[in-house]
């Protein structure tokens, strides 16, 4: 593991506040690129119409609950592996990521193999008409058949990052970025011998994103950090660094599932206002990605720094991190929320120039963002409590803001004042959890260094 001991040392010796923005510029952006080619997506997309806007405004919680899945998947392998390399032990690094990688193919595959059997009952309870899923199936059968190649990158990447290199995951989402952006209006409006294959097109763009991103994740662990074992290992061997995995893997996948059903859920409540109302909240939701970057990054870069710190045993960097980054999400959520205040109206604009379309895209970027600066903190929490090998405290926050606050305040929101209301309502909801999730972190770290 080529560079590995360095990397480490700058983890539990350097500055807290340096060490954490060395490792989230790189992050920042690599994870722009990749919610940018959702927002390209949209965009290319947004020019087929209304109809065909809405319809990958009902893919979002399902395709999110497969990228979620392998997110959680990733979290539990970098957690592990990060307070592997903090121990010092490089053989189980390699076990680890070997193993991460081969349970995380077979989940989504299985998944994803579900998916294709399921499409019209699935979108069907989620509010979509029959001309809509027809355009949904366009989308997701060639996405369903290339997702499985999402686990090397997001797995992958996860590994990498776990030896405190942000720099190489971020270049592989870039190229991944790249690739959709340049295919995705050739395919979906035809190029020369290409033909225009709309919805279909958009599809098949992501998943040549994911080819590239997958090649690169395997060079970089198996010939450049020699962090996969080609070794035939016994069965008790995989099964003990899949329960390792799994202990953080399957709450932090619980977690971040919790995300796209209650999306799902929202998109249900968003679906009795009409389909322009389910195009703008699809248009609103890739906005509020791409936004929160910053945050996301942070996310990523505390994961390994907390990881490695907690298996040095060193509580007090951990606390330190804890609270930089807490501030540093009310910083950009104040910035992110005054920017989408003043620049609603021509953002909604780019996407679909529907004037009803707009209405609701303008509602929901002037009504959910001034959430965003304690919602980070919340995020950044479930990071670290996920990092802490605390992975429960994570999932039960998260089903306290989404199942307990989001979803019925949504409804409330909806049923009282209609669109905004239920905007309003997604509001509220990170607000009250961003404030609980800040205050029980820093007690339960407290509790650790005493």
Request: contains cysteine.
């Amino acid at each position: 593991m080529s560079g590995d001991r360095e990397r480490r040392k700058r983890l539990l010796e350097a500055p807290v506040g340096a060490t954490l923005i060395r490792l989230c510029v790189p992050m920042m952006v690599g994870i722009a690129a990749i919610l940018f080619f959702n927002v390209v997506d949209t965009f290319w997309v947004g020019q087929l119409g209304p109809q065909a806007l809405a319809a990958m405004g009902f893919t979002f919680p399902v395709v999110m609950v497969i990228s979620n899945l392998t997110i959680g998947l990733g979290i539990g392998s970098t957690a592990v592996i990060a307070r592997a390399i903090g121990e010092g032990q490089e053989e189980r690094v390699k076990r680890l990521t070997t193993d991460s990688l081969i349970l995380a193919m077979a989940v989504v595959c299985t998944v994803s193999g579900l998916g294709l059997l399921t499409i019209e009952p699935l979108f069907g309870a989620l509010g979509a008409d029959g001309p809509t899923i027809a355009l949904i199936g366009e989308y997701m059968v060639p996405l369903y058949c290339g997702i499985g190649l999402l686990v090397v990158p997001m797995v992958g990447n996860g590994a990498i990052r776990a030896t405190g290199d942000t720099k190489t995951p971020a270049l592989v989402m870039v190229a991944a970025g790249v690739v959709n952006a340049v295919l995705d209006p050739a395919l979906i409006f035809g190029f020369g011998p290409i033909p225009a294959m709309g919805l279909r097109g958009a599809a098949l763009a992501t998943v040549a994103s994911y080819v590239v991103a997958a090649v690169g994740g395997f060079y970089v662990l198996g010939w450049r950090e020699r962090m996969l074992s080609l070794a035939l290992p016994r069965p008790a061997e995989v099964l003990a660094s899949w329960r390792a995995i799994l202990h953080v893997g399957i709450p932090a996948a619980g977690t971040n599932l919790l995300t796209p059903l209650a999306a799902g859920a929202v998109t249900r409540i968003v679906s009795f206002h009409g389909a322009h109302a389910v195009a703008a909240y699809g248009v609103g939701t890739r906005i509020e990605g791409l936004s929160l970057i910053g945050v996301y990054a942070m996310t990523a870069a505390i994961t390994p720094f907390v990881g490695q710190n907690h298996g040095a045993g060193q509580v007090g960097r951990n606390r330190e991190a804890l609270r930089f980054v807490s501030v540093a999400s009310l910083v950009w959520g104040l910035a992110v929320t005054a920017i989408l205040a003043l620049a609603a109206g021509p953002l909604a604009r780019i996407f679909n120039d529907d004037p009803e379309v707009v209405e609701f895209t303008v509602a929901y970027l002037r009504a959910v963002p001034w959430s965003y600066p304690l919602f980070g903190i919340a995020l950044l929490v479930a990071s670290v409590f996920n990092a802490l090998d605390m992975p429960t405290q994570a999932t039960l926050l998260a089903a306290l803001r989404l199942l307990v606050l989001a979803i019925p305040l949504a409804w409330l929101g909806s049923e009282l004042f209609g669109v905004v209301g239920l905007f309003l309502g997604i509001a509220a909801a990170n607000v009250v959890m961003g404030a609980v999730a800040g205050f029980y972190a820093r007690h339960r770290l407290l509790a650790l260094e005493d």
